[in-house]
């Protein structure tokens, strides 16, 4: 059972950058497509980005195209979330995801192909 750990949430100014990272403890997450979704007060869930299997297929929401970029560093274990030029309505608690299903490409909108979910980081954005 893979589990994962999400980090690097906090409070920003608009305008302001996060990073966000997710792990899974000793274990790679080489091999697992990985997506980051968010969720809003009162909105569902939905995709941000992912990262194909062998992290030559990303996929960004439109909402964030150009503002974040999603990476892998196979070395540390992670998946990074950079994400610049935050806006109010970026806030939500953000979730990291792997499917354990390995593809060529990654998929934001049905997150039914993700099998293992973190517990969540929030991010607020405010002045």
């Known amino acids: 059972q893979l589990q994962l750990v999400e980090s690097g949430g906090g409070y920003v100014q608009p305008g302001g950058s996060l990073r966000l990272s997710c792990a899974a403890g000793?274990?790679?997450?080489?091999?697992?497509?990985i997506g980051w979704f968010r969720q809003a007060p009162g909105k569902e869930r939905e995709g941000v980005s992912c990262?194909?299997?062998?992290?030559?297929?990303?996929n960004y929401a439109d909402s964030v195209k150009g503002r974040f970029r999603i990476s892998r560093d196979n070395a540390k274990k992670t998946v990074s979330l950079q994400m610049n030029n935050l806006k109010p309505e970026d806030t939500a608690v953000y979730y990291c995801?792997?499917?354990?299903?390995?593809?060529?490409?990654?998929?934001?909108?049905?997150?039914?192909?993700?099998?293992?979910w973190g517990q969540g980081t929030q991010v607020t954005v405010s002045s």
């Open positions: 995801a792997a499917d354990g299903t390995v593809r060529s490409m990654c998929e934001i909108h049905d997150r039914s192909r993700y099998d293992y």
């Open positions: 990262i194909s299997s062998y992290g030559d297929r990303i």
């Open positions: 000793k274990y790679s997450l080489n091999g697992y497509t």
